[in-house]
């Protein structure tokens, strides 16, 4: 065999690790079973989240689900979503999943979009701040306000969109600080922004405070609910108390929130809200300056599939009100479960008072001298479980789900063996990567 160069005789699985870097498209087309073949063994080490160890990225929702979404698929991969004249199914499954969203949210006027992903529907929640902003109130500087704990795609939205955006200091207890917010409203604000739940620490955000400091300069407000946005509602329908955060909030203006994460659609299904078709006009693209005829587009993509959208419609037709609150209150127990377990500990902390289904694992005051939290994590990863790091402070991230309950006991246990295991131990590495890089 000539490895160098990959014969046709090696395996196609051999062939594809060997000529990665100089890939070519092959002179022959591979058979379906080489096809599966080469992508499985792409898939050696990626995480296990079919276990139940992984602590966020998959969220799963069981194998009858499974079987239902991949019966879907092979009814809609192929459909387009740029055009749903084409294609008016797709109209009514993204109108239909968006009505089901605003009941969930309390927003009996509220009208939204499908989007791919939490980044896209933050994105297009900036963007209509900015474009009413200036039609309203003719501000051609605009700024947005955010805390240190935002998601990162308001930066990124920022740096898209061209907005000054200023980051403040959350509070002692992880939540947004409103008093620095308002040392920095002034007229230019076109857009507050709080968190239901944050993402780093996973508690939420004063939204009424921040809402109403929006409103006094007629600026928008988002909710980022990527996170919280399918668990939240179920958990108030099981008797939990939440912190007010959606449209029954006076001042709140759209809502962000993931269908791919606690609402078990699969990849990349979102959903942003607006409080009524007043304020989600500014999110539509309108065009007729060019040789193709109108164009109106209210996504960051043109063409898109419509598969997530039949995946989302799916998924909350078969799971249903009563399925949610079950998968909600097996979740919001395995978060109980692992906050006591990660606090019985001694040398790790939970950061903060987690309000849903997020945490942060950390190094308790005191044991900085004797553990690094990302060797632990490094031991965990050994094991098998999978989290994210994150910094400031240096702390292992864990977005808890249905999926991850069976499993919590044992991971409570390795947990245990792994900071016995790494006492003493400091990694060189420090990286936090949450990214796509090459």
Request: aromatic fraction near 8%; hydrophobic fraction near 45%.
């Amino acid at each position: 065999m000539d490895r160098g160069g990959g014969s046709a005789a090696a395996p196609v699985a051999l062939r594809f690790a060997l000529t990665w870097r100089a890939m070519t498209l092959p002179r022959a087309g591979l058979s379906k079973n080489e096809i599966l073949d080469a992508l499985a063994a792409k898939q050696i080490d990626d995480v296990r989240w079919q276990d139940g160890r992984t602590f966020g990225m998959v969220y799963d929702g069981g194998p009858e689900l499974h079987e239902v979404q991949e019966a879907v698929t092979k009814r809609f991969l192929h459909e387009n979503a740029l055009n749903t004249m084409a294609f008016p199914s797709l109209g009514k499954i993204q109108s239909e999943v968006t009505g089901i969203c605003a009941d969930l949210l309390n927003g009996p006027e509220a009208a939204g979009f499908m989007t791919s992903g939490g980044t896209e529907s933050i994105l297009m929640a900036v963007k209509a701040a900015r474009e009413r902003a200036k039609a309203e109130r003719g501000i051609t500087a605009p700024e947005m306000i955010v805390p240190e704990s935002a998601h990162a795609a308001f930066h990124k939205a920022a740096y898209y969109f061209g907005l000054t955006l200023h980051k403040t200091p959350v509070r002692a207890d992880w939540r947004a600080d409103v008093d620095a917010m308002a040392a920095l409203v002034n007229p230019n604000t076109v857009l507050l922004v709080g968190s239901a739940p944050a993402y780093p620490q996973g508690v939420v955000d004063p939204i009424p405070e921040m809402a109403a400091l929006a409103a006094s300069v007629d600026a928008n407000f988002h909710t980022d609910a990527c996170m919280g946005g399918f668990i939240l509602p179920f958990m108030e329908a099981n008797g939990e108390p939440v912190p007010p955060w959606d449209f029954r909030v006076p001042g709140v203006t759209s809502i962000s929130a993931d269908l791919h994460k606690l609402g078990y659609v699969p990849k990349g299904a979102s959903v942003i809200m607006h409080r009524d078709k007043h304020y989600r006009k500014w999110q539509t693209f309108v065009f007729d300056g060019w040789l193709g005829g109108f164009y109106a587009s209210p996504n960051m993509q043109g063409t898109r599939s419509g598969l997530p959208m039949a995946l989302a419609w799916a998924t909350l037709h078969h799971i249903g009100m009563d399925g949610y609150q079950d998968l909600t209150r097996r979740t919001i127990d395995a978060r109980r479960a692992l906050v006591e377990g990660v606090r019985s500990i001694a040398g790790l902390q939970v950061l903060g008072e987690p309000e849903a289904h997020l945490m942060a694992t950390a190094i308790d005051d005191g044991y900085d001298d004797v553990l690094d939290v990302f060797a632990v994590g490094d031991a965990l990863q050994r094991r098998g479980w999978f989290h994210d790091r994150q910094t400031p402070p240096d702390s292992l991230h864990s977005t808890l789900s249905a999926g991850n309950a069976p499993v919590v006991d044992e991971y409570l246990a390795h947990l245990q063996l792994c900071v016995d295991e790494v006492a003493g131990q400091r990694l060189t590495d420090r990286s936090t990567n949450y990214a796509t890089l090459e």
